[in-house]
C-alpha cells in the first residue's frame, strides 16, 4: 500500500499519512495495544474495505460516534482515502442534539463504535438513519489515495448560539494545516503525542491528523484527569495539547511534571503568568505555544515559544495576546472602530471556510498593536453596549482571571433602562469558602480597564455553563431573582 509519488497525491493529508506510517514503528498505542505504522494503514485500508458496504455515495460525509483509539484513527484515515470522510459527533451530546445535527447531513447511515452503540441506535431511530456499529477492523491491503479537492474529514463547530455547523476539510488544506502546525509544534516521526480532547473536537481530531502525518506515536486519553496526565508521563509523551484549567489542575495537584514533554500547545484561554512560572519550574526544557483558530481554521496566530520566555522574563503583557500571524497568514482588522477593534479575517493554505476571496470571516473582535500582536476581545455576538460604549467580555474577563483569588470567570451584559446594558460578572473563586471581595474584584479591574467596564455586579457561583466542547454559554448565565448581596458602581 505505498504511496503514490505523483504531484498531485503529493498535495494530500492521506498521501502525507501514507508515506509517514509505511514502516514498522510503532504508530498507535492504546492501553495493551500497539500497531506499527504498517498495521495502521493496513487496518485503515480494513476500514474503507468496511465504509464501501454501507452504501454511501463517494464524498458524502459519514457521521459517526467515535472516540479517541487505534480504530477511529483507522477509519478516520480509511475514510479519507476511499471517499467516505469520516464526520466524528460528540459522544457527550444527547440524542436529540445530535439527531439534529445527523438530520442535516446527506448521509443514510450513522455509524458507533460498540461502547456508543445504544446512544447511537437511539439517534438512527430519532434522524430517520440506518445504524452500523463499527466491526472488528480486518487488515486490508488497498492503497488509499484522494486528490486535493475530495474531503478528508469534516468536524462541527461548538454551537453555541445554534445548531452546529459542519467544517468542511479538503485533503489540500488539511496538508497545509499539518505541514503549519508540525512546523510550529516541532512534530516528527520521534514524536509521541498523547491529548485529552474530544475525537470531534479541532483539539481532538484537528491535532491528531497534524500527528499522523507527521509520522508520531499517537496515543490519547477519553477525557481529561491527573491520573490521565500521570499515565501520559509514564507513557513517555513527547507533546500534548491543553487548556490553561486543566495546566493550573496539575499544578495545583503538584503533578505537572512530565520528564519527556517537549511540546506543550495551548488555547482557548490566556495562561497567567503565576501558572507560566510554575510551569517552567516543573517542566525547565518545555516548549509553550499558544495558538489562536478555530475549528473554521487554525492557527491564525500562534504566540511562540520565545513569546512565552519573554513573558516570563518580565513581559507579561504578551500572555494577553494570542501572539503574531501564524506562518503563511495573511491577518486584517474588518472594519474597524476608533479603538482599532473590528472584526478579525485571516487567508491561508490551511484554512478551511472561507469566502470567495479566500478570507476566513472569524466572528472574532481583536486589535493588532504596534509590534504586531492580535489581542483579542471576545466574539462580535457577545459584545456589552452600555450607554454607547462598547464593552467586550474577553477583555475583562482576561483582566480578571489574573486576580489569584479567581479559578474561572464569565462576563455578560444584562439589560438596564438608563444605559441599555450594564457589565455583571459571575466569578468561581479559587478558594469556595473565601472567596475574593467585590471591592477588591472592582479596584483590580479598574486600575486596568476604563470605568464603563468595570462590573457592577458581582456573582459568585460553584461553576460556568459550558458546551460539550467545554466553552461557556453565555446565553446560560442568569442573575438570581433578588439582587441579594450585589455590588454596584455609584
Not at 420 to 444: I, K, Y
Not at 464 to 481: H, M
Request: charged content about 20%.
Amino acid at each position: 500500500m505505498a504511496a503514490a509519488q505523483n504531484g498531485t497525491q503529493a498535495a494530500t493529508w492521506t498521501a502525507l499519512v501514507s508515506r509517514a506510517y509505511d514502516h514498522a514503528r510503532p504508530a498507535a498505542r492504546f492501553g495493551d495495544l500497539t500497531w506499527s505504522g504498517r498495521e495502521l494503514l493496513d487496518r485503515a485500508a480494513g476500514a474503507a474495505d468496511w465504509l464501501d458496504t454501507l452504501g454511501v455515495e463517494s464524498g458524502t460525509p459519514v457521521p459517526a460516534l467515535v472516540a479517541t483509539s487505534a480504530d477511529a484513527l483507522a477509519l478516520v484515515i480509511g475514510g479519507a482515502g476511499s471517499g467516505h470522510p469520516l464526520a466524528p459527533l460528540g459522544v457527550r451530546m444527547t440524542a436529540y442534539e445530535l439527531a439534529d445535527v445527523v438530520t442535516a447531513t446527506d448521509s443514510p447511515v450513522l455509524v458507533a463504535q460498540p461502547e456508543f452503540a445504544d446512544l447511537g441506535r437511539q439517534v438512527a431511530e430519532l434522524s430517520g438513519r440506518r445504524f452500523a456499529v463499527v466491526p472488528d477492523l480486518c487488515a486490508g491491503s488497498r492503497e488509499l489515495t484522494a486528490e486535493p479537492g475530495d474531503l478528508a474529514a469534516v468536524l462541527h463547530t461548538s454551537g453555541t448560539t445554534g445548531r452546529p455547523k459542519p467544517v468542511p476539510m479538503t485533503q489540500r488544506r488539511l496538508a497545509a494545516r499539518a505541514r503549519v502546525n508540525g512546523h510550529l509544534c516541532a512534530l516528527d516521526p520521534d514524536s509521541f503525542y498523547g491529548g485529552s480532547a474530544p475525537f470531534h473536537h479541532i483539539a481532538g481530531l484537528g491535532n491528531i491528523a497534524v500527528a499522523l502525518a507527521a509520522g508520531a506515536l499517537i496515543t490519547g486519553l477519553p477525557r481529561f484527569t491527573v491520573e490521565g496526565w500521570t499515565l501520559l508521563r509514564d507513557l513517555g509523551t513527547t507533546h500534548t495539547s491543553m487548556v490553561p484549567a486543566m495546566l493550573e489542575t496539575l499544578l495545583a495537584a503538584g503533578q505537572a511534571h512530565h520528564e519527556t514533554l517537549r511540546t506543550l500547545q495551548y488555547g482557548g484561554a490566556p495562561v497567567r503568568p503565576g501558572t507560566l512560572r510554575r510551569t517552567y519550574e516543573a517542566m525547565p526544557g518545555v516548549r509553550m505555544l499558544n495558538m489562536f483558530g478555530q475549528t473554521e481554521g487554525s492557527p491564525i496566530s500562534v504566540l511562540t515559544p520565545e513569546d512565552h520566555r519573554e513573558a516570563v522574563a518580565g513581559r507579561t503583557e504578551l500572555l494577553r495576546s494570542v501572539g503574531r500571524p501564524a506562518p503563511g497568514v495573511e491577518l486584517r482588522v474588518h472594519a474597524p472602530g476608533p479603538d482599532g477593534v473590528g472584526e478579525i479575517h485571516a487567508r491561508a493554505d490551511h484554512l478551511f471556510r472561507i469566502d470567495a476571496e479566500g478570507w476566513l470571516h472569524s466572528g472574532d473582535l481583536g486589535r493588532v498593536a504596534e509590534d504586531g500582536y492580535l489581542y483579542l476581545l471576545g466574539r462580535s455576538t457577545d459584545m456589552i453596549i452600555r450607554g454607547g460604549e462598547n464593552v467586550h467580555p474577553l477583555e475583562v474577563e482576561t483582566v480578571l482571571s489574573a486576580h489569584p483569588a479567581v479559578a474561572d470567570v464569565a462576563v455578560t451584559g444584562v439589560v438596564d433602562e438608563r444605559l441599555g446594558q450594564t457589565v455583571v460578572a459571575f466569578v468561581v473563586p479559587a478558594d469556595p469558602d473565601a472567596p475574593p471581595l467585590p471591592a477588591a474584584l472592582r479596584s483590580h479591574t479598574r486600575a486596568r480597564l476604563s470605568g464603563f467596564k468595570v462590573p457592577v455586579r458581582w456573582w459568585f457561583v460553584d461553576d460556568l455553563p459550558r458546551n460539550a466542547n467545554g466553552k461557556v454559554v453565555r446565553r446560560s448565565l442568569r442573575e438570581p431573582t433578588a439582587f441579594e448581596g450585589e455590588t454596584r458602581d455609584a
